[in-house]
């Protein structure tokens, strides 16, 4: 791994923005989506959900309480009953109006893009679901014709190995990233050819990413906010930064 940053890689280090621009608009909206695009983020991160009639909404929490003015599980509540809350005045007056995130809205709005952006896809809590989140996810992606793959707009990420073998039998040709919070069992190729441990356990333990990357795993970084902390994923190798603020973290590398 290079023990030393350049602006070559620097600037090669690619910024997932996390939640949408997450920081200065509500989380998981549209809003948030359109200004991390602007932004110049090279992917939008986005955790997915099922509602009670099964649509696929991207929603953090497994209750809407903290983002939105709605009371309830995520998975207890139809589309129209979620869509009937306000997920923008959270974050500011000037927020209000915003709603719950079809995940096939935002992948609509990446697409329609004038340049590529990506999609890093993180399934919550999905051993609850049965099966059924994965299988509405790689559905969703199969109608865009999105789910071999090849054009590499598309990646899965979970805490959960469980979920990750379930997406790589249904979408074996969809990158998968096996997320880690804490220092857990290493994931497995090819169920989970990337490794995205929090910036947290990095700081604690540095080594841990040329470890990953001696495995023969991509490594990706959650959630990295601080300039030092960009500073250190750039010097131990990371290839991708999960960020809420992909503005200031593009031009911190574009800087680099
Ligand atoms: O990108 C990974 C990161 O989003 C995982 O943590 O809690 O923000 O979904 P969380
Ligand atoms: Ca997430």
Redo the contacts with the bound molecule.
Sequence with gaps: APTTSSPRTARAVRV?A??GASHEHPEHTIGAYRQAIADGADAL?C?VRLSADGRLVCV?DRTVERTSDGRGVVSELTYEELAAFDFGGWKGAEHRGARVLLFEDLLKEALAADRPVGL?V?T?HPTRSGGRLEAELVRVLKEYGLADGSDGRVEV?S?SRNALTRLHRLAPGLPA?Y?M?RRLRAPRPPFAGHA?P?IDLVRRDPGLVGRLRAKGLRV?V??VDEPEDVELCVRLGVETI?TNRPRAVREQLGAQ
């Design positions: 997932v996390h939640r991160e955790d953090h890093a993180e919550k990420m805490f990233v997320l919070e995205g929090g990706r959650w959630t999960i």
